[in-house]
């Protein structure tokens, strides 16, 4: 990858269970994403990062690692893994994978040993283990909850069969945090790194960031905090978590070629968020303070502000989201309780500001498509671990997770064999938002989206930097400026709910809905966005 390539690249996330099924099993495979890539070069997208697709028993859609070098067989093979790599390569897309450095599998070599070893082992120091309180040691170590509802402990079966001490779980109980303490899980990830480094990755998204030290003591966290509350709990963003990062950042800058790390952190504020991607540490962070911003003028505008400031306090790039496989999808989260039509063109117009904004962009699969969210899954074909530990009340995260329609007018839709299964249902309507469909078919979401990432990629003013200057005008209606040279390029966004005039003088580049524009003015509909070059 050219220098620096990572500060204004446009990342395509892929959810391998959910892209493409090469061998017709109903989940998705290495062997399915490499053969779709020419679609994400014909997108316009710089990298793919690929959601896990490690060893493991599956049981939180591979975030429950049990090999880090190995591939699960639902997904092919090692080879299938080194094959993808040099095919995006060679159609000029770089390849980010995930890390999930916070905990392993239960399935995990170190965890087994641990279990079957019983107390004393060396192993066990490498997770969370401690004794129960209480005079029958039955209660937990302390008041911490999982993510996933219920407690962060579970009790442990001695090898005699006898009740024994409790391990930590951040997260499902099938998935035990390790112990970022002992220097032998420092190593390993360490080891991990240059094995997939060596196999030519650009770089690693890093899952839990934020999660991987805890306080000295694990002390209770306080019955009446919320887990996601991250103000002073002692789970998440210790101050400890940044010099595994500098340590990490050496070992990537020994490798040619711009290797990065992308930090999935969670932190109260930017300022706290930004201290990931100091110039020793990460190269970026997803920016969750935007992804959570409801559609409205003044949020958005701040969040814009606010995210440049922290960035460019530490000299790295903002980054901006709008999806991804933890979230609901943005065609219906940006408009809660519309109708769909209201939901796809407020995603339209959101997905044009975003791609306008300075630094890096992520997309997640299937949003060039303007999937929403699928919320009526049946029960009984959910996966989602923490839909069953809360009794249905949390973990609706399948939603967004639905296999990709390719083409056909029933399902599958090419995501497998005719006539083949998928791990979740697609919905009956997908027919008509297919890659297909949508192919060269002028106004679709996904011709919209290659023409945004054309224009972006050409325009001198697009991309990378900090610059952005807000125009004067309506208040409902975000208008900003980027200059690069000579050139010059403007946005606006119509985040209100009435039409509004926008003066328009000069080309008009592109814009989310249809627009009327007399060369001098624009009337701009609501939920739209345009962008335009002055005169």
């Known amino acids: 990858m050219d220098g620096q390539w990572w500060r204004d690249a446009v990342v395509y996330q892929v959810y391998p269970r959910s892209f493409a099924d090469s061998n017709g099993d109903g989940v998705g495979d290495l062997p399915g994403v490499r053969s779709r890539l020419p679609h994400l070069r014909d997108l316009g997208v710089d990298a793919v990062w690929l959601s896990p697709f490690y060893a493991g028993p599956q049981a939180d859609g591979g975030y429950d690692v049990a090999d880090y070098r190995a591939v699960d067989p639902v997904f092919g093979t090692s080879a299938d893994a080194e094959a993808l790599i040099a095919e995006a390569h ?9 890390l999930v450095p916070n905990h392993s599998s239960d399935r995990h070599a170190w965890f087994r040993r641990a279990l079957a070893e019983g107390p004393g082992s060396p192993f066990r120091d490498r997770y969370h283990f401690r004794p129960g309180l209480g005079p029958r040691g039955d209660r937990p170590p302390n008041d911490w909850g999982s993510l996933f509802g219920g407690p962060a402990w579970t009790r442990t079966a001695e090898p005699d069969g006898s009740p024994g001490d409790w391990y930590l779980h951040l997260f499902a109980p099938g998935q035990p945090d390790f112990n970022w303490e002992h220097p032998e899980v420092a190593r390993e990830f360490r080891s991990v790194l240059r094995f997939w480094l060596d196999r030519g990755v650009d770089g690693f998204r890093v899952d839990v960031a934020h999660g991987l030290v805890k306080a000295a003591g694990l002390p209770d966290h306080g019955r009446s905090a919320r887990l996601l509350d991250l103000t002073a709990t002692p789970f998440w963003d210790q101050d400890g978590v940044h010099e595994v990062y500098r340590d990490w950042r050496r070992l990537l800058d020994s490798y040619p070629g711009e290797r990065i790390g992308v930090a999935e952190a969670w932190g109260p504020t930017l300022a706290r968020t930004a201290r990931y991607v100091r110039p020793d540490e990460l190269h970026q962070a997803f920016n969750f303070h935007y992804l959570t911003c409801a559609w409205d003028p003044a949020a958005l505008r701040a969040a814009v502000d606010d995210s440049l400031a922290a960035m460019r306090a530490v000299g790295a790039p903002a980054t901006w989201v709008l999806s991804n496989h933890d979230v609901v999808r943005h065609a219906t989260r940006l408009a809660p309780g519309a109708d769909r039509a209201t939901g796809l063109r407020r995603a339209r117009a959101a997905t044009l500001l975003m791609l306008a904004l300075p630094g890096s962009a992520y997309l997640y699969q299937g949003e060039e498509l303007g999937l929403p ?5 049946p029960d009984d074909r959910r996966q989602d671990p923490a839909f069953r530990r809360t009794g249905g009340r949390d973990g609706h995260r399948d939603g967004c997770r639905v296999p990709l329609p390719w083409h056909g007018d029933r ?3 090419g995501f497998g064999p005719p006539g083949g299964p998928s791990w979740l249902p697609q919905p009956d309507e997908w027919a008509g938002l297919s890659v297909a469909a949508q192919s060269g078919v002028p106004g679709s979401t996904l011709e919209l989206y290659r023409a945004a990432l054309t224009l972006r990629r050409a325009h001198p003013a697009l991309g990378g930097g900090d610059d952005l200057t807000w125009l004067a005008g309506d208040d409902a209606v ?12 403007r946005c606006a966004v119509n985040a209100g709910e009435h039409p509004a005039k ?10 989310s809905a249809p627009v009327d524009h007399d060369g001098a003015h624009v009337v701009l509909p609501p939920d739209t966005a345009i962008w335009w070059t002055p005169a």
């Open 373 to 377: 969210e699928v919320p009526d899954l």
């Open 478 to 489: 975000p208008a900003f400026e980027r200059r690069a040279g000579g050139a010059v390029f």
């Open 90 to 98: 060679a159609l000029g897309l770089g390849v980010v994978v995930d």
């Open 411 to 413: 399902p599958p839709y």
């Open 502 to 511: 926008v003066e328009v003088e000069g080309a008009l580049l592109l814009s």
